[in-house]
């Protein structure tokens, strides 16, 4: 098995720079699968008070960069590890994915995909996870707090004042923290989303699919629903994403797999944790996007 401590070793022992090590690995893992294979990966869990770590608009001129000329017959294999991020870069970079490569897209998840990475993923025809691996719920998100909490918070609030009119006293400070247009803002946001990920199923993972609807409505509800999640931050097994309807590979059943998208993994995890870069957008060629501290950009 390929793991953390060995790709650790192969970097101090052999002097080998963290970007020789994982473009090594990110060769021989498509030459394994025949398929184009960019990573994507953010140092959220390394460098988390560091800005620009989430899915942004600036992210397009990465994947522009390490896109162009590949051969898109080829189709492509996308390592995500994110926390998420702003929804309309989300459904630009979907867009954008699937001008170039079509249905033809899989996503490998080899740790966390959270959030707006969960909606990535449910843009593909089949997500590849292991044991470690986990997506999370796609509740968006306003002003940090869950778009859906702040529904059910008003709903509260009507309902007890509704029943006992003294409780106005207790909800009013609470009320008075929001702006006039936060409901309506949410339930846009929340449909926004939900419609998105819904459309991106439908015309991908499920398109062949005869109980296409009642298999995409049962996913959105487990994926969507705060009142089921509980917690934006919820992590979902490979078992739960199976269970709940999703496309998903079992990586443990392709040991070659398992030990090349692993390689990958740790060398992208010692690259974010041991060097200065926060983001790395990088193809299989080595053409990469990497975001540096300081907010510098290099482009290999």
Excluded at 167 to 196: D, R
Excluded at 287 to 299: D, M, V
Aim: net charge negative.
């Amino acid at each position: 098995m390929t793991n953390w401590n060995k790709i650790h070793d192969e970097i101090a022992d052999k002097s080998a720079v963290h970007d020789l090590t994982r473009r090594k690995y990110l060769k021989l893992l498509s030459e394994h699968t025949k398929r184009n294979t960019i990573i994507y990966y953010s140092a959220w869990l390394q460098k988390p008070n560091t800005s620009s770590l989430t899915v942004n608009d600036e992210d397009k001129t990465g994947f522009m960069s390490v896109v162009d000329g590949l051969n898109a017959q080829k189709g492509l294999d996308l390592f995500l590890h994110t926390p998420g991020g702003d929804t309309a870069a989300t459904e630009s970079l979907v867009t954008y994915l699937r001008s170039i490569f079509g249905k033809n897209i899989r996503v490998i998840v080899p740790e966390l995909a959270m959030s707006a990475g969960t909606m990535i993923a449910c843009a593909s025809k089949e997500i590849v996870m292991g044991k470690h691996s986990s997506l999370g719920p796609i509740d968006p998100q306003y002003m940090g707090i869950p778009a859906h909490g702040i529904l059910e918070e008003f709903k509260r609030a009507a309902e007890e004042i509704q029943t006992n009119p003294a409780a106005i006293h207790v909800w009013q400070p609470i009320i008075a923290k929001y702006n006039p247009t936060l409901i309506g803002e949410c339930e846009k946001s929340i449909k926004w989303s939900e419609e998105m990920v819904s459309n991106w199923l439908k015309d991908c993972m499920f398109h062949e699919e005869e109980r296409k609807d009642e298999i995409i409505n049962n996913i959105i509800k487990e994926l969507g629903d705060h009142s089921l999640t509980k917690s934006h931050a919820r992590h979902l097994s490979i078992e739960k994403c199976k269970e709940i309807g999703l496309k998903i590979v079992d990586l443990e059943s392709d040991p070659e797999l398992r030990k090349l998208v692993l390689a990958v993994h740790h060398s992208a995890i010692h690259t974010l944790t041991a060097t200065l870069a926060n983001k790395i957008i990088e193809n299989h060629e080595g053409t990469a996007f990497i975001k540096l501290s300081g907010e510098a950009i290099r482009q290999t």
